[in-house]
């Protein structure tokens, strides 16, 4: 008999081919966002389940007690969706999708800091509008990129990968703050200089971008405290997740030009954004696109797959979180 896997929401056709031929699968062709009480009786219907960032697996549920789900595989390389310590007291496994992402997701975070330095929004804006009535000396101008200081919060894969890009691409001078310093090795391939003090990189910064995981510790990490601490000429880029930045300081520090803008592709309540964002042109607002390509979608699905089928065959799942 397979076991069976639940798929909470519909996934690439490719994907959802392989993962039937190993699996009983029950999938959500549908695609509709199954509510806490759906995903909680999941729990007790299917040995695995295959889930993404808009299921939130909490400790109350996870505790509930004879669970038939064994493993949550998340689609995804951010977990903060599940309460990793209520899962793991209630023995299941979670694993992630790491790797496959990484060059997507540095990708659009460079993408926000060209759109909201350079206009790119307002631009679209105007066009679209009607409002555009020719070519202009003083028309939209913006901020050049080129040859600005980026700070780069957290220095994993992703944080790494938009460093590159901005060293070798833009002639970026490259801050970065992370928990850990980074080896030598690492710092000296991306030119970069490793700040102790997150207030040092923020005062520091004409660009900042966002690249921690979403825990206890990082919630609200950017403040109203650190808002005051960064330029009025900088920029905040956050393709990571939403409750790393307090969302009402970052609407103030906007609305008052505190800073100078911000792009975001992650909200503190998805999908749900605050009015306050929606009002500003300053602001470039995108709709958690991070890893949307093809390529990354299907490798993430695989990989997935790969977690639960190494689990199922009694083998270590690769991308092992608890
Ligand atoms: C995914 C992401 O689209 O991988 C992550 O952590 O934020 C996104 O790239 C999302 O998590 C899918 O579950």
């Known amino acids: 008999m397979k076991p069976c896997v639940a798929v909470t929401r519909r996934l690439p056709e490719v994907v959802e081919t392989e993962l039937a031929q190993d699996f009983d699968v029950r999938l959500n062709s549908p695609d509709i966002t199954f509510e806490p009480s759906r995903l909680a009786a999941l729990l007790y219907e299917a040995d695995g389940i295959l889930c993404t960032v808009t299921d939130r697996f909490d400790g109350s549920m996870l505790s509930a007690g004879s669970l038939r789900t064994k493993i949550l595989a998340n689609f995804g390389v951010g977990y903060d969706n599940i309460e990793t310590e209520a899962a793991r007291a209630a023995g299941l496994v979670v694993t992630n999708t790491p790797d496959v992402l990484t060059e997507d997701t540095a990708d659009l975070a460079v993408a926000l800091m060209l759109a909201v330095a350079r206009r790119v929004g307002e631009g679209e804006r105007m066009v679209r509008s009607g409002e555009w009535h020719g ?106 997740r939403g409750d790393i930045v307090d969302e009402r300081a970052l609407i103030e520090a906007l609305s008052t030009r505190q800073i100078s803008g911000a792009g975001l592709d992650v909200y503190e309540q998805e999908p749900s954004i605050a009015r306050g964002l929606l009002e500003l042109d300053n602001v470039v607002l995108l709709p958690h696109l991070g890893s949307a390509t093809v390529q990354s979608r299907v490798a993430m699905g695989r990989r997935a797959t790969e977690n639960l089928r190494a689990f199922f065959a009694g083998r270590p799942p690769p991308d092992l979180i608890t």
């Open 135 to 240: 070519w202009g000396p003083t028309q939209l101008l913006g901020t050049r990129v080129h040859g600005k200081t980026l700070g780069i919060v957290g220095l994993g894969r992703i944080g790494h990968a938009v460093a590159r890009r901005a060293a070798v691409g833009f002639h970026m001078r490259i801050l970065c703050h992370t928990r850990h310093p980074p080896d030598r090795e690492t710092l000296d391939s991306l030119g970069a200089e490793y700040c102790a003090d997150l207030d040092d990189l923020l005062a520091r910064s004409d660009f900042v971008s966002v690249h921690t995981p979403a825990t206890p510790e990082t919630r609200h990490l950017i403040d109203s405290r650190r808002f005051a601490t960064m330029r009025q000429s900088a920029f905040l880029i956050n393709t990571a």
